[in-house]
């Protein structure tokens, strides 16, 4: 997947949801309000309107998007830098994350919690690494993150020290540090993701806004690491 094809289906996305307000609209609201004269059926009309043109106007502007695309390569030659889409309220992903040329390098997905005993319950997330094809399972409790890449049978391993500090048990420690505008972990000692907001480039800004997130990877990182630093920024 490309970006222009993430704003495609975005906008057919969204134009599927104002069909679908439209058709509740005049097929069960209108009627319902020449029968009866109830407050909750007229605030569930205006509450529908407003989607409505929330909808549509979604739908024009990844329209318009879609269309507006250069072809952009400003980040080229900087190692692996990304730019998150953030989660949609109408999609099923978390997010998604394309390089400065417009692929989709990963997507992440959030599954249901799974209770594990009792008083321990678990987060699900699945990643996927479109270059490489290959899926990754994560489950996310208070104690401890655990990655699974698939058709492998070990697994990587963080225990959570802190609120802000997780340790493997061959004694390395990642270590968040966040401001306001900036999210970065920290291999003993060392950057493996960096992230910023409200920094993008004014060339970068026809294809995402001003304020979307870029993630900036150390070339040392593992493959797991990264997929781990992901899912960190994601949980906090």
């Given at each position: 997947m490309n970006i222009k094809d993430y704003y495609s289906g975005m906008s057919r996305l969204y134009?599927?949801?104002?069909?679908?307000?439209?058709?509740?609209?005049?097929?069960?609201?209108?009627?319902?309000?020449?029968?009866?004269?109830?407050?909750?059926?007229?605030?569930?009309?205006?509450?529908?309107?407003?989607?409505?043109?929330?909808?549509?106007?979604?739908?024009?502007?990844?329209?318009?998007?879609?269309?507006?695309?250069?072809?952009?390569s400003i980040f080229n030659g900087e190692g692996e830098t990304l730019l998150m889409l953030e989660p949609s309220?109408?999609?099923?992903?978390?997010?998604?994350?394309?390089?400065?040329?417009?692929?989709?390098?990963?997507?992440?997905?959030?599954?249901?919690?799974?209770a594990v005993s009792l008083f321990v319950k678990e987060k699900l997330f699945t990643i996927t690494d479109h270059r490489k094809n290959t899926y990754w399972s994560a489950r996310i409790n208070h104690h401890r993150i655990q990655l699974m890449k698939a058709g492998d049978t070990s697994a990587f391993k963080a225990i959570k020290v802190d609120r802000r500090e997780y340790g493997t048990t061959n004694g390395e420690i990642y270590r968040i540090v966040k401001s306001a505008y900036t999210f970065a972990i920290k291999k003993n000692g060392k950057t493996l993701m960096f992230v910023s907001r409200g920094l993008m480039p004014f060339s970068m800004q026809r294809i995402f806004s001003?304020?979307?997130?870029?993630?900036?990877?150390?070339?040392q990182a593992r493959e797991e690491e990264r997929i781990f630093c992901l899912l960190i920024y994601f949980v906090h």
């Open positions: 134009i599927h949801q104002s069909i679908l307000c439209v058709f509740v609209l005049f097929v069960i609201v209108f009627p319902a309000l020449h029968i009866t004269s109830f407050a909750s059926t007229t605030a569930a009309g205006i509450l529908l309107f407003f989607l409505l043109i929330y909808y549509v106007l979604r739908h024009i502007y990844f329209s318009y998007k879609s269309h507006q695309l250069p072809n952009p309220p109408v999609t099923a992903y978390q997010g998604k994350l394309f390089s400065g040329s417009g692929f989709c390098h990963f997507s992440i997905k959030k599954g249901k919690r799974k001003a304020s979307t997130p870029i993630i900036k990877f150390d070339r």
